[in-house]
């Protein structure tokens, strides 16, 4: 049994995403005291800049004329896309960055999605958990309504593309004691917070029962 976990957090120490992605990965243990987890930290590590670049020009290159980054970007597109495959169940924390998803997060996509396993269905039906943050409230009839570009576009690839079976747990207002300016809503966002909290440990436990039914 395998969990494949992914943080995104650019301050690991204070990361809300990391806090909500514990919840989940600690229902998913108890449920699989055995079970390993494949760890990738794409905030503390990004990948090169330039792979995706040297993947793509790479195409329709015979492998003797390859330059060396064009096969180590093509070695680590391989890596990415077996990790994600060879685990059981995907955990994905990746918080919301100016409005939209963070250049080491498309990074991170584009270069996996540049091996044909992906677009041939690999990935279809994977128990997967996506636990994303947001600084401000983004919900319907607030000032940012419509202005968070990341999670439908984390949601659409992840279901449409994946194919994945993917739940999402989402908190706002996590700058409420950062950001001065929201001191107002300091009890709005502890409602907030408890609540996204409770879901993460229901999705923790969803992701850890549906994936031990399909094992057994």
């Known amino acids: ?8 957090s650019i301050t690991p120490t204070t990361s809300q995403s990391r806090a909500l992605a514990d919840l989940v990965e600690a229902e998913w243990s108890a449920e699989h005291p055995d079970s390993v987890v494949t760890r990738r930290d794409l905030g503390s590590s990004p990948l090169p800049a330039t792979a995706w670049r040297d993947i793509i020009t790479s195409t329709g290159v015979a492998d ?3 330059s060396d980054e064009q096969r180590h970007a093509r070695a680590l597109a391989t890596t990415l896309v077996d990790e994600l495959i ?18 080491h997060v498309k990074s991170w996509y ?6 044909p396993r992906i677009s041939g269905g690999a990935l279809k039906g ?12 983004y919900s319907p009839g607030t000032p940012k309504e419509g202005w968070d570009h990341s999670t439908p576009w984390l949601r659409h690839v992840i279901e449409d593309v994946w194919g994945a079976d993917l739940l999402i ?8 004691g950062v950001n001065p300016a929201l001191d107002q809503f300091t009890e709005q966002a502890a409602h907030i917070k408890i609540a996204a909290e ?3 440990v229901q999705h923790g436990r969803s992701l850890a029962a549906r994936q031990h039914a399909t094992a057994g």
């Open 198 to 200: 409770e879901l993460a």
């Open 64 to 66: 003797p004329d390859l």
């Open 169 to 176: 747990v989402q908190r706002q207002f996590t700058l409420v």
């Open 126 to 137: 994977k128990p997967t958990v996506l636990a994303t943050v947001l600084g401000g409230n």
């Open 1 to 8: 049994m395998s969990l494949f976990r992914l943080d995104a």
């Open 110 to 115: 584009d270069i996996a999605y540049t091996d």
């Open 86 to 103: 060879e685990a059981d169940a995907l955990l994905l924390a990746i918080p919301l960055y100016n409005w939209g998803v963070a250049a």
